[in-house]
């Protein structure tokens, strides 16, 4: 299967400070991909879809200009949250799309655990 | 809107007993549905998915799962669960190709000897 890599996989930072997750994907190469965040014993809520070259496309209320995502290429994304603050604390998911109609699938990061102090 | 709902927070079943994970979907249409495995310092990790056509799925590590429209499931079935299935199950819903996924709460499984 498909490999994502995310780093850092924890990462704590003072409130106030910016933090940068970075997210590849290892053995294919995606146009499209996903941020995630989890919060304990919750479900995954969609961030933002990403398409290479593009600007993101951020779901109602997650601010565009406190979570910067930059889709370089076709295998690196990254997920910077400026200035963050304690209840920015959180494990935040990557997912790579691949294939396309029956073939779709996504591929997920290990995920990074964020804690703003 | 999409939802999906998992009933179930925690099972707890023995090694070698059959399982199955509740999943219900609310879709207009008929969704793209999955299943994820989460393991601890791991990213999720795909079982199966349905798309159309069969609606009994095979997915890996011996899972499959049921779609049924008259019931808006999906639910996850293994035979005999192994120790090493202890994990949170995700159910998720894709309007389609290309779309990001809605995941349900999911459902955390533990194993006893």
């Known amino acids: 299967g498909a490999v994502v890599s995310q780093h850092p996989s924890r990462v704590i930072c003072k409130s106030g400070t910016s933090v940068k997750i970075e997210c590849r994907s290892l053995?294919?190469?995606?146009?499209?991909m996903f941020w995630y965040r989890q919060f304990p014993k919750k479900s995954l809520m969609l961030m933002a879809t990403?398409?290479?070259?593009?600007?993101?496309?951020?779901e109602q209320g997650v601010e565009k200009d406190k979570f910067l995502i930059n889709h370089a290429s076709l295998t690196l994304s990254t997920l910077t949250v400026t200035s963050a603050h304690p209840e920015d604390s959180s494990f935040y998911i990557c997912?790579?799309?691949?294939?396309?109609?029956?073939?779709?699938?996504?591929?997920f990061g290990p995920g990074t655990r964020l804690t703003v102090l | 809107a999409q939802s999906v709902t998992q009933p179930d927070i925690h099972i707890t079943v023995s090694e070698g007993a059959s399982l199955e994970l509740r999943c219900n979907y609310s879709?207009?249409?008929?969704?793209?549905l999955f299943w994820y495995v989460q393991s601890p310092g791991q990213g999720l990790q795909l079982l199966l998915k349905?798309?159309?056509?069969?609606?009994l799925v095979q997915g890996i590590k011996g899972f499959e799962a049921e779609f049924k429209r008259s019931q808006s499931s999906f639910n996850l079935r293994k035979p005999s669960v192994h120790w090493s299935d202890a994990a949170e199950y995700f159910c998720?819903?894709?309007?389609?190709?290309?779309?990001?996924?809605?995941f349900g709460k999911g459902t955390s499984l533990l194993v006893t000897p």
């Open positions: 997912s790579f799309r691949r294939g396309a109609g029956v073939a779709d699938t996504q591929y």
């Open positions: 053995d294919f190469q995606a146009t499209t």
């Open positions: 990403s398409n290479e070259g593009s600007k993101a496309t951020y």
């Open positions: 879709y207009g249409a008929t969704p793209y």
């Open positions: 349905y798309f159309s056509g069969d609606t």
């Open positions: 998720a819903v894709g309007a389609g190709s290309g779309y990001a996924l809605n």
